[in-house]
């Protein structure tokens, strides 16, 4: 890991603690570094879903062709119509960050649109809570919240047992140093 650094500053992503706050839903237009078409046969229930659920808004919509969704800077999702949706999830995912104080709200309205859509939450090796969830297009979306990083932790031994370690407070860390 010689060639990694503390880069946190290039994502919208919040620092992981008890105290981390979500960042407002981004509202700029860029160039999508990343994004996921994901094809719905009822492009209305679909936006629904993604809104009231999942957390997204219309970033904008071309009628009958596709919804643009959003929720935080490189959070971009593309509903596009299909004649119908994959019968079963694919052991495939597509996972968004998301900050712990989301995670039951994430789960209970999810829950609340579609009783069986949510499996989790469930913490990770890596020092994450993840919540997957089935939308309606059988899409299956990870949302992925960090957690405080605790150094005496197992999670903090299994990072370190693959050479990634906290930075300090003067930049050390990932087994560099950067200014």
């Not at 993604?50 to 935080?72: A, K, T």
């Not at 299909?82 to 960050?97: D, G, I, L, T, Y």
């Not at 990870?142 to 050479?163: C, H, I, M, Q, Y």
Request: proline share 11%; with cysteine.
């Amino acid at each position: 890991m010689t060639d990694y650094y503390n880069a946190f500053e290039t994502s919208p992503v919040p620092a992981p603690g008890p105290d981390a706050a979500a960042p407002e839903l981004f509202r700029g237009i860029y160039g999508m570094p990343a994004f996921v078409t994901i094809p719905t046969s009822d492009l209305a229930a679909s936006v629904d879903f993604w809104i009231r659920g999942l957390g997204f808004f219309e970033l904008f919509s071309i009628p009958g062709q596709l919804v643009h969704l959003r929720r935080w800077a490189f959070q971009d999702v593309l509903l596009v119509p299909a004649a119908s949706a994959p019968k079963e999830p694919p052991a495939m995912s597509v996972s968004f960050a998301c900050v712990l104080s989301q995670v039951d709200s994430l789960v209970e309205d999810c829950r609340a649109l579609r009783p069986d859509s949510v499996d989790g939450p469930r913490d990770t090796p890596w020092n994450t809570r993840d919540v997957a969830v089935i939308t309606p297009e059988n899409a299956r979306i990870v949302f992925t919240a960090a957690k405080p990083f605790d150094p005496a932790s197992e999670e903090a031994r299994n990072l370190a047992a693959v050479g990634i370690t906290p930075p300090d407070d003067v930049g050390h860390g990932d087994n560099e140093t950067h200014a």
